[in-house]
């Protein structure tokens, strides 16, 4: 199975090559790079040690390491702050999810994305916040011409655990400017999370409305 560039680069971190040597073996940009390993420590290979000189390095080093330990601090506090979410947090904050990322037209009820954390909460707060089941909860993956599909659906299926039997059929954008665009930057794609009301339009129609109306009684109040 094709290994995904971004888990590649992590294990190139990992091994001490630098931003330079990954971008030189894996045709990313380093501020893509900066997003992928910004929170993974750095020791520097033998290689790289050989290509530079020791000063600048080291204190590089030093401040990466600084960075990792200051993020690891700033979340745990963080953490510790925001304390148990309880059902009403979680409907709010579903909503405020599908106020960004959900389908507002059409009557039809769809979150996009490529996080499969925001993809997996949303799942979520359809079943526990909207009562449905796994089985009203159908996903479409949406990619371009260097992901692989079986690889990508498979890497879905875990992460958000619906049975790959629940995916409709894999969308890959095949145009040129785009393909360029997104290369690399979603090694996944994006997921498309579409409810099936199964025939009760309590699940379909009336739930957007619903949806709808929670959305728009809470921005009436802020």
């Known amino acids: 199975m094709k290994t ?14 630098s931003y330079s040597m990954i971008v030189e073996k894996l045709g990313v940009s ?17 290689k790289v040690w050989e290509r530079i ?17 200051d993020i690891a601090r700033i979340k745990k506090a963080a953490r510790e ?5 309880s059902k009403r947090d979680l409907w709010m904050l579903g909503l405020g999810l ?10 039809i009820i769809r979150i ?9 909460m949303s799942i979520l707060w359809f079943k526990r916040i ?15 011409p260097d992901n692989d599909i ?26 040129l400017e785009k393909s360029q665009m997104k290369k690399f930057k979603l090694p996944h794609g994006t997921a498309h999370v579409t409810i099936n009301s199964n025939g009760n339009p309590d699940f379909g129609v009336n739930l957007h409305r619903k949806i709808m109306g929670w959305i728009e009684e809470s921005l009436s109040q802020v």
Do not use: M
């Not at 995904?4 to 090559?17: V, W």
């Not at 380093?30 to 520097?44: D, R």
């Open 4 to 17: 995904s560039t971004k888990i590649k680069a992590i294990e190139l971190r990992k091994k001490g090559d």
């Open 30 to 46: 380093k501020s893509t790079l900066s997003s992928w390993l910004k929170e993974i420590p750095y020791k520097p290979n033998k």
């Open 53 to 69: 000189k020791s000063g600048p390095l080291k204190s590089g080093k030093i401040k990466h390491n600084k960075k990792v330990s």
């Open 81 to 85: 702050e925001l304390g148990k979410i």
């Open 98 to 107: 599908y106020l960004g990322e959900g389908t507002k037209s059409y009557e």
């Open 112 to 120: 996009i994305n490529s996080d499969p954390q925001i993809i997996k």
């Open 130 to 144: 909207c009562k449905l089941k796994n089985s009203n909860i159908t996903i479409a993956i949406h990619l371009y």
């Open 150 to 175: 079986h690889e990508s659906l498979t890497y879905w299926s875990k992460k958000v655990n619906i049975p790959l039997v629940q995916f409709r059929k894999t969308q890959v954008d095949r145009r």
